[in-house]
């Protein structure tokens, strides 16, 4: 197991035999607590789990990596959460000691306890990010560059070059939005701790359509509703 610096000897063992599988290879561990924000809502949560995060790869030919926090206190379960790193992850660090990146239904949040730490995890992540990228293969890599380069493009406030948006995110597909509207909803979704570059993966767009548009509309609907009784008193 990599070193780290809070982590004590017995913590490592812990960590080790919680591991569902000696395929499992650790690539990164530090001390770590997790925090969810809920579709609508500003706030952090924090959801009571904190322990040994660490970065999991499993050695099996095609199989996913996974980030673990695992249980150090003794007692309870040994694995108390679990994210698979799935392709377009993005892991986004808001302070030195506090990154972000979308589950299924939340954003997550993982605060350190070591800033040190914290770097060091950074940064395996992004070349495990970078790996799995690189299975997509010849063609799933100049599809992704060019989704890349429309995302940003659109960041700028500015078209492609050819006029119309290229490689539209996966959001903006399954929405089925023109680039007109989708820059709208990407204004309306920093209201939820999604930024833009969070977007291009299944997981952001199943969580847009089934979660944040529900939301979003009934919002619309009793601000008309309260403008509509405002001008008739």
Do not use: C
């Not at 960590?15 to 952090?44: C, E, M, V």
């Amino acid at each position: 197991m990599p070193a780290a610096s809070l982590l004590s000897s017995e913590d490592k063992a812990a960590i080790k035999a919680a591991q569902p599988s000696t395929k499992h290879k650790i690539l990164a561990a530090a001390i770590a607590r997790l925090f969810a924000a809920l579709p609508g809502q500003n706030d952090w949560t924090y959801t009571r789990k904190l322990g040994g995060l660490i970065l999991v790869k499993d050695a099996s030919r095609n199989k996913p990596s996974f980030l673990r926090i695992v249980n150090l206190s003794g007692s309870g379960p040994q694995v108390l959460w679990e994210q698979e790193l799935y392709e377009g992850f993005e892991f986004t660090q808001k302070t030195p000691y506090f990154f972000t990146f979308l589950g299924d239904s939340y954003v997550f949040g993982l605060d350190f306890v070591d800033e040190k730490e914290a770097v060091a995890f950074s940064s395996k992540i992004s070349r495990r990010i970078t790996k799995i990228a690189g299975r997509r293969g010849e063609q799933g890599t100049s599809s992704s560059a060019a989704d890349s380069g429309a995302t940003a493009s659109r960041r700028n406030g500015k078209m492609p070059a050819g006029g119309a948006a290229e490689g539209p995110t996966a959001t903006q597909k399954l929405l089925n939005l023109d680039d007109e509207k989708y820059n709208k909803l990407v204004k309306s979704l920093a209201a939820f701790n999604i930024d833009e570059e969070m977007l291009d993966t299944p997981a952001a767009a199943s969580l847009v359509k089934k979660r944040i548009l529900p939301r979003t509309a009934s919002s619309s609907k009793t601000q008309r509703a309260a403008a509509s009784t405002a001008s008739e008193a």
